[in-house]
């Protein structure tokens, strides 16, 4: 019989949060735009996997507040060889939408308002670059991705950190960071093995504190559903090749049975 950590050991509760804000405009009309878009060329019943995948992380990046400079360097025969998203976009390669993101203004008031020490995850480099040079301005930071580490974990737990802004990739296996119990995701892969992975970094043995998650949603977009995917502990990828890209982006049956579960 398989049992959890929580059947196992007396461990303190987990606490789900979510924190909707609204695009600014300049990125409004690139999402619209861009979504139009995608749906003119991939919408159909035919198209595949890896090209539904590649759309859906487009309108993923608008919604972070960025777009990528050039071609989106996706190899869709490694998405169906490995059946993963598991690639990077460093800060050289992002253009980002207006002089301020609504989301990032709100990671931001929420780590000032928090006791620390904070880990913040994202899903690519550029927008841990982006909010580790922001938060250095003010805070102790380690940014810790595929593209660039500033320090050790050893020394974020020995406290000479106070936030830890890592790439999921990066940070989901083989750390335990049991000196934090807040967990503050302004993106998500589209894998629930790396969601439940990095969430349990500070679900560990040892852990005195309530571990509190919280995610920052963008309203009318596929943030909406892919946390709701995720909080359900769905396999994701595997929805994403079974429906057809437009129900994923509009069907509004789903977007409500999404929203619940968040």
Do not use: H
Not at 4 to 23: E, G, H, R
Not at 109 to 135: C, G, H, M, W
Not at 199 to 223: H, L, S, V, W
Request: proline content about 3%; aromatic content about 10%.
């Amino acid at each position: 019989m398989f049992r959890t950590l929580k059947d196992c050991v007396d461990m303190p509760p987990q606490v789900y949060n979510k924190k909707t804000v609204v695009m600014s405009e300049v990125q409004r009309k690139a999402y619209m735009d861009m979504e139009r878009e995608l749906l003119a060329m991939y919408g159909g019943a035919t198209t595949t996997a890896a090209n539904k995948l590649s759309a859906l992380i487009r309108l993923q990046q608008i919604s972070s507040g960025f777009i990528v400079q050039g071609q989106l360097n996706f190899n869709p025969e490694e998405f169906e060889l490995r059946g993963d998203d598991s690639y990077d976009i460093e800060p050289g390669q992002v253009m980002w939408l207006g002089s301020t993101v609504p989301k990032l203004e709100a990671l931001y008031r929420d780590v000032e308002e928090s006791s620390r020490p904070i880990i913040i995850i994202t899903r690519f480099s550029a927008e841990a670059a982006r909010i580790s040079e922001d938060l250095s301005k003010q805070y102790r930071v380690l940014l810790y991705t595929g593209w660039r580490k500033t320090g050790t974990i050893e020394e974020f737990k020995e406290g000479k950190y106070e936030i830890l802004v890592a790439n999921i990739r990066c940070i989901s296996r083989g750390f335990n960071l049991q000196n934090a119990c807040q967990m503050f995701f302004y993106s998500n892969t589209f894998s629930l093995e790396d969601r439940l992975q990095t969430e349990g970094r500070i679900f560990r043995i040892g852990q005195k504190n309530p571990c509190a998650y919280t995610d920052y949603i963008n309203e009318e977009t596929i943030d909406l559903k892919v946390v709701g995917a995720l909080r359900q502990k769905r396999a994701l990828l595997d929805y994403i090749r079974g429906t057809s890209l437009t129900a994923f982006v509009e069907d509004e049956d789903e977007v409500i049975q999404m929203e619940e579960a968040v």
